[in-house]
């Protein structure tokens, strides 16, 4: 079964949806949401989380600094997993820094993986791994590209699985039905960020519903809007 994880920081309305076990964040979101400090959000949202899974990311080329920065991101809480770009900005892997993250014990969310030469790369890195791992193949990003990432995220799937310490997860997805294809090539997670999982509630909803539910929709903001012809 999926997991579904909420990937933003409005935890006070999508934590409490029932389907959320999980939650991301990078640092784009924390900017745009005005979250500047990840201490302050985890203790912010401390009574929302309830001890579910969430990833705060390192945000350093220096993998000195980097290592720095996800060494203080684990002393704030148990069940962080700390992010972990596959390569820096530079091009640079960041892959043996996730290994000694790992072999000390560390939680670690290798990101931004688009294509299997990584998922290769990540798998050399954390297949042994005895501490818990998460993989994360930006499927939105590469369907973006109009690539369907459908293949790629199964190739991890399938690189991954002989380890259960690991698991893959679907990031940036742009829709609900990635829940049904992540499910069905056996991927372990998704993120669905305010706009997608702010439907969710659709899924399941019979075809002719839906469409009636659209009209109205329409009708409502033309009369409420006031919208004229001529």
């Not at 945000?59 to 820096?88: C, L």
């Not at 688009?114 to 993989?135: A, G, L, M, R, Y």
């Not at 994360?136 to 369907?148: A, K, L, Q």
């Not at 829940?179 to 998704?190: K, L, P, T």
């Amino acid at each position: 079964m999926v997991h579904i994880f909420y990937d933003g920081c409005d935890l006070t309305k999508f934590g409490s949806y029932p389907t959320v076990v999980g939650f991301t964040t990078n640092t784009t979101i924390m900017r745009q949401s005005n979250q500047l400090n990840y201490k302050s959000f985890y203790t912010q949202f401390r009574d929302v989380i309830q001890g579910r899974p969430i990833s705060f990311q390192i945000f350093s080329d220096d993998e000195t600094v980097a290592y720095q920065q996800a060494k203080d991101i684990n002393t704030i809480g148990p069940n962080i997993f700390v992010k972990v770009p596959v390569i820096n900005s530079k091009g640079v892997s960041m892959l043996p820094l996730a290994q000694k993250l790992l072999t000390e014990g560390i939680q670690v969310n290798v990101t931004a993986i688009f294509t299997k030469d990584q998922i290769d790369s990540v798998i050399e890195f954390v297949k042994d791994t005895s501490t818990p791992t998460i993989v994360s193949v930006f499927g939105g990003r590469i369907s973006d590209t109009g690539v369907n990432p459908k293949d790629i995220i199964k190739y991890a799937v399938d690189k991954c699985s002989s380890n259960k310490l690991i698991q893959v997860l679907w990031a940036g997805c742009k829709d609900n039905l990635v829940i049904q294809n992540a499910d069905d090539i056996g991927c372990q997670i998704v993120t669905l960020p305010d706009a997608i999982i702010s439907r969710i509630s659709r899924i399941g909803q019979p075809l002719d519903s839906l469409s009636c539910d659209t009209v109205k929709s329409f009708l409502k903001d033309a009369i409420e809007g006031g919208l004229t012809i001529l």
